[in-house]
């Protein structure tokens, strides 16, 4: 049974920081490209970043910067550290695992990410 678990959500204020992580199980992780995207209310849900099984990172246009999408393949783990948070960040954040061959795709049941003073 795959499972990808998000945690590190939370409220946060303006120009603050957080780092998500995903927990991976179920799966070869090194056959995976790993992602985040996130979902705000009204809105679709959006690419933030991806990461290739060697490494090679992709961001949504509105990061500029501000994240940075990395992963353990020893210990099958994403993270994604966010910097200069704000409150048009605020979404619920998922994890995303793409086989790089299948394409078939699994996701985590998401992390509410609020940016509020």
């Known amino acids: 049974q795959v499972q990808l678990v998000e945690s590190g959500g939370g409220l946060v204020q303006p120009g603050g920081s957080l780092r998500l992580s995903c927990a991976s199980s179920g799966i070869i992780f090194n056959f995976y490209t790993m992602g985040w995207y996130r979902q705000a209310p009204g809105k679709q849900r959006e690419l933030v970043a991806t990461?290739?099984?060697?490494?090679?990172?992709n961001y949504g246009a509105f990061v500029k910067g501000r994240f940075i999408i990395s992963r353990d393949n020893a210990k099958n783990t994403v993270s994604l550290q966010m910097n200069s948070l704000k409150p048009e960040d605020t979404a619920v954040y998922y994890c995303n695992a793409e086989h790089f061959q299948t394409r078939n795709d699994y996701w985590g049941q998401g992390t509410q990410v609020t940016v509020s003073s």
């Open positions: 990461i290739s099984r060697r490494g090679t990172t």
